[in-house]
């Protein structure tokens, strides 16, 4: 009896001994096989440089800001005026190469604006470069003022505004819901209609003057972009 409780004994401490993690019956000098590792992810590095800004001849309350962009999905461009009178940003224009030029419009006249351009990667990181001084010149002197008078719950919103009597400028305007012009173009002749395309573009009809004497009621479209450059002309008669 006591030789079989020896027997049995022996026969638990070892597979206790298999359990606990021993290498029971298992070559421990074999080699195993390694798992590779997956490859580090690469970082993507947003870089914003060669930062300028130039002035819009179409328009004083504007500014054209060209950039250099890597690794960027989208650009925009936020300013600030130094003694604090306006604040605003562009929206997000996508990037389709490494420079890039955005519009900001709507400026303050005669003010001094910061101005820094945002890059936001594909994976929504954003830097932003330096600030960049940028003054706005006064408004041309036959620009004309506004007075709006409200009543009620105004919304922000915007007039385009065409005027027919002639003027050293004969100006199209776009005015906001406080009557502050923020956006105007220079034609050669009185303005008799002006709109927005649904591409984005402006159309002005000017007057041609010198034929309505002889009968001809002639029009004259320009087309413009945002910024006031002339895209095209063309002409409509009845």
């Known amino acids: 009896m006591k030789l079989f409780r020896f027997n049995v004994m022996r026969q638990l401490s070892v597979l206790l001994v298999c359990a606990l993690g021993w290498n029971c019956g298992r070559d421990v000098t074999a080699t195993q096989p390694l798992t590779a590792l997956p490859p580090p992810t690469p970082v993507i590095q947003l870089i914003v440089s060669n930062i300028q800004i130039r002035p819009n001849p179409n328009n004083v309350l504007s500014a054209v800001v060209s950039a250099d962009a890597t690794n960027a999905a989208s650009l925009r461009v936020e300013y600030a005026a130094e003694n604090g009178s306006d604040s605003g940003s562009t929206p997000d224009f996508a990037v389709t190469r490494k420079s890039n030029e955005l519009a900001v419009l709507g400026l303050m006249p005669q003010t001094e604006y910061a101005m820094r351009v945002v890059a936001t990667g594909a994976d929504g990181t954003a ?74 573009t402006y159309t002005v009809a000017v007057n041609n003057q010198d034929l309505f004497s002889f009968g001809y009621y002639i029009a004259q479209y320009h087309q413009y972009d945002n910024l006031g450059n002339l895209l095209r002309m063309w002409s409509a008669s009845d």
């Open 127 to 200: 830097v932003q470069s330096h600030a960049i001084s940028f003054q706005t010149d006064p408004l041309p002197s036959d620009i004309p003022s506004f007075v709006a008078l409200q009543s009620g719950d105004v919304q922000p919103g915007y007039t385009m505004i065409g005027l027919l009597y002639s003027s050293q400028r004969n100006p199209a305007l776009i005015v906001d819901q406080t009557g502050r012009v923020v956006w105007y173009r220079e034609n050669p002749r009185a303005v008799s209609d002006f709109q927005k395309q649904p591409d984005g």
